[in-house]
């Protein structure tokens, strides 16, 4: 029997970047093939090109063994093809029956919507398959895991029977990914073939029947999990020798330096995301904050830094109670603010990279006298960070949105790490960074620790915390789990409280 | 039990603040709507209209003023100081019904010792309103698939301008509504190709049709039409009441919904079918996912485009319609700049009303009160001893007050303005 | 210390730069003013008449195509450059008896440029700097009428002052009238979130109805009794000087115009305030988190830009009509939407911009007046121009360009943020 599905030497290219290079895969039915890379290694438009959304420049694909041409989407689905993807593609207004049939709608008396039918065939769906989904909910009052459900759901609604999963479980714990392995098992046992897409070597291990991995747009290589093993994938995904750990000697902790105590944050819609969270800091230790995505962490470092009120609860810089601080007086007090999402809160765009080196000391000398900006003095301590950091790039009047992903967060970096600072608040400084930068960060702040400064490291990638964490603090639905050392912690422990398991 | 928190207890002051404010303005009321009244003075509100004859003639309102604003005031007063002691919950009543005792006592006061026709004023509200609900209308239909349009006031001033231009030049009144609804189309094609095909920011492109409609018509008014003056006779709908006396008839009812022109029923019947074809229709739903989230509609195989393309043309249609109310509709010929704002007031209306065509008519009658009410002022001038042209400020300081207050309490389309990349 | 190769680098393309930027612009202008020849033409109907026999008569319809967009034309070119012949006449005259009368009035037409580029200066740069912050300031127009009237007020209700006090105090008050009726739109975005598109709109109205009334109550020229709505005239203390014979009305205003340019220049690019402003256009969310002060940058940047375009309107009072009247601006404030956005946001551009505007619309008054062209055609090349300079692809597309022409310079942003 053919293979369900077949990819033929699929070629992409982009401007200044051959994306995916002869690429050749093939899908077994009832198959779970798992295809593993780094961040930038062509996964994703491998399948948003199988997905219609991106058209090959070369190769073929074919489904079921007759060759197709997928142009859009829909052409995709009605070949059976449904793809869940990173970030969902779910309307947070609508309800889960209006997502699941919207481009599908069942129309009753002509025009009018149904949405009682399509309810109803939810519900079916939701009883074969063991996906636990209230059509009549909607989709911003469920949990992460729910929506994952729901992504689910819109395919088996269209009767596909090859679902593509892309990095599904970026934002699981887990336990959440247990059970979404036990979903993908079920699926598998009544004839769905699967592509699953991960970074992660343990999952792709413990899940796939066959492992593709990917490195620089090419296809390194095709196995089984049996014939493997992680650090074996490790190396084809990176094609050198990985150091899965950081070199660092152990922590020297001085004075507290951050006191947080009994914080209570609320949300944009006045829902409790953080509540009675109390811990500390202190000089030359990192405290790493590990749990799932969207468990509060994101509220708590908008907090510390000024840029969300804080309901409820003391914050405490070297002995000076920021609570009611604003940005720029939480910036002063020697903190140092590595943002979420490097893009939207570290940088402008459209500014030179010299400006953005200054984004937060334009007004303090020497960059500026009084009113006026010193211009000699910001780009030559410009040109001197740029080499110090060793940041790429033609020069420092380049506009920032033409540096790489790896350099935009050095530019970061290179500004935070060049104030007076005491504290570091980092939060997720690696996401989608290539391997080298990663290493580059790490070392960065594992340096910032040893000259004294205080670290608190927020990240929803638990390797990066064992790796780089003195102290443990794992958060769930907004409060503290536990607090450990890294010596005691595990990722089996972590697991456990990300997920809301305390012990004993 | 815990003691509160700091968000808390600034909300619960927030509150004792709202019961204050109440209670001042039940003082206000009392104190300003009381003086210069002698106590036996009477208002007089007319409940008839004076254009036709009505079957039955219904007593005029005979409103003893003093008394009357002292109960007025008596029940804000009341309500503000039982929101002092034990707050409401739900703080859009309370505004509902201060306001109307405010507006009610205000009308009563203006009107002492005169009389004015009450339902003139709620008839003329109607007709203000209909050319804010349609303006309302066409943005919600463009806004609803993430495409801002600020360029309600000049697809509905070149509308007003072309309807005119070719009633007259054809002799067919109905081929000068045909041509304002293409007018209107037009435009919105070419904000439509600006702003989804070229990627140009939403408010500059809504900018580009603004002042090209102002500099056509005008233009176009002075090289044509005041050369040729017969391009600008009067052509305007008969009434409803015209063309069925009967129902013009009916008291109250009469005046108020059928002394008007065919163009505001078609606006109300716009509005309904507008509401179900967003939340009921296949249409609805996907114009929404769009608005919200159109990569996911896109994945789930809905052309974007085409979708955004049809919404704003059809709003282009609604506000031609908007257009032809200013004239053929109302006054019968164009004059320069005609639209005078509506176009941007509909624009709050819509905002307002929270992008639903039922809250935009709510918005837009209260837009078309203000309109109507600064009129109205302006006849009983010497009770009101306020210039006329701050009354003609009115419905735009109005406005001003409505978008302060409701922003961050409305939820627009979560992709509106934001231009959509294929990739 | 010596400038680093990268720095000289970029110098030396700056020169290509500055080409490429000017490029854009130019055939925007170009391509707008072709356009709305149809307009011309459309409009006339001895032409469409002659059009409508095209196939029978294909020489008499272009020939009259062609005589209607030359009379038009040539009607803008004396009303920009004025009559050659009587040009030449009058130099001569001047070089043999020095009679200066009969030059100042040749040259009258090309004067006007210049004092009709005067408050589009200022408009222009009230509405880039709105651009800078991400702020679109439709208000303009408003915003003039608001700081004439201050500034007329001061004019006249104060005298004794000597000039070099007089004329200042009434230019500040005018600007600071602006500052304050934009400061409320920028006071309202700032802490409620309320769109500066609506309330200036809204606040134009206002400023409209205000005028209106001051015209004909308390700032009426012989009180209750006087019969036309205009104000007294202001004291000559306040006048911004002239420098050249009647009529050239060529005035100080000018060279105001063209410092506070270089001061807005300044301001923006080489100060702390200026690049919190930036800054926040660009990118609100990192603005916010390297703790610049998101709602003081509104309500600042709206207050300068209304001071701004009230200047315009100070200007006007001060040194062209010495009164407030309803009607003085032709659209001024309006006109600067398309004008800042020409200038591409730059207050080099800016003034560039503005000299083109002003002789444009002074041109097109001598349209109006010779070719019966009504001015509002003005607007129209405004639209066409600010839609060809906000979607360049077009122009690259038409003129097949290979080069990246234009760039972001206008930053804004929907109802939401």
Redesign the interface.
Known sequence: MPPILELDGITKRFPGVLANDHIHLTLEQGEIHALLGENGAGKTTLMNILYGLYHPDEGRILVRGKEVKIDTPSQAIRLGIGMVHQHFMLIPVFTVTENVMLGEETLTRGIFLDRAAVAARIRDISAQYGLQVDPDAYIKDLSVGAQQRVEILKILYRRADILILDEPTAVLTPQEVEELFKVIRSLVARGVSIIFISHKLKEVMAIADRITVLRDGRVVGTTRPAETSPAALARMMVGREVILTVDKQPARPGEVVLDVNDLHVLDDRQQTRVSGISFQVRAGEILGIAGVQGNGQTELVEALTGLRPIARGRVTILGNDTTRATPRHVLQSGVAHIPEDRQRDGLVLTFPVADNLVLNMYYLPPFARGIRIDERTVFASATQRVQQFDIRTPSIHTLASSLSGGNQQKVIVAREFTRPIRLLIASQPTRGLDVGSIEYIHQRIVEMRDQGCAVLLVSPELDEILSLADRIVVMYHGKIMDILPASQATPEKLGLLMAGVREG | MAARTQVERSRLLAQRWRGLFYLLVGLAILVFFTSETCPDQIATLGLNTTRSVQWVRLPDLVVPVVPAVWVLAAIVLALGMRDLVRPFRRGGWLLGIASFCFLAAFLVWAARGTSFSLIGILSASLQLATPILLGALAAILCERSAVINIAVEGMMLSAAFTSVLVANLTGNIMLGFVAAMATGALLAAWHAVLSIQFKVNQIISGTVINIFAIGMTNFLNQRLMQEYTDLNNEVTFPYLSQMFPDLGKIPIVGPLLFDQSPIVWLALILLIVIQVALFHTRWGLRTRAVGEHPRAADTLGIDVFRTRYINVILGGVVAGIAGAYFTLGSVGRFDKLMTSGRGFIAMAAMIFGNWTPIGALASSLIFGFADALQVKLQILIGQVNIPYEFLLMLPYIVTMIALAGVVGRVQMPAADGQPYEKQ | ?AR?P??S??RVSMWQRVANAMALPVLSLLSALVLSAV?ILG??LKVLTAFSQFFSDPARALLTAGKALADAYGALFIGVFGDPAKIFKEVGEFFATGDTQGLAIAFYPFSENFVTATPYIFAGLAVAFGFRCGL?N?GAEGQIYVGAAAAAFVGYSVEGLPWIIHAPLTFLAGALAGAFWAGIAGF?KA?????E???T??????AF??I??LL??PMKRGGAAGTIPISRNIVESAYLPTFFPEPIRFHAGFIVALLVAVLVWWLLF????G??I??VG??L?????????ISRSFILAMAISGALAAMAGAGEVMGVNHNLAEGFSPGYG?DS??LA?LGGGHPLGVVLAALLFGTLRNGATKMQSLA?I?I?????????V??FV??P??IRRLYRLKTEVGG?M???????D
């Open positions: 210390m680093s990268e720095i680098q970029a307009f409009s006339d679109f439709i309202l802490t409620r979130g309320a769109h598109v609506i309330n709109m809204m606040l134009n109205y206002v109805n205000l209106h009334y004909n109550g080489k100060t702390t305030l690049f919190e930036r800054t660009a990118n969310h990192a603005a916010r988190c390297a703790g610049i002060n309006f939407i398309a956005m019966a009504p509002d055609l003005v607007s129209i090349v405004q639209a066409f600010i839609m906000a979607a692809i077009i972001q206008i930053l804004m942003r929907g109802w939401g």
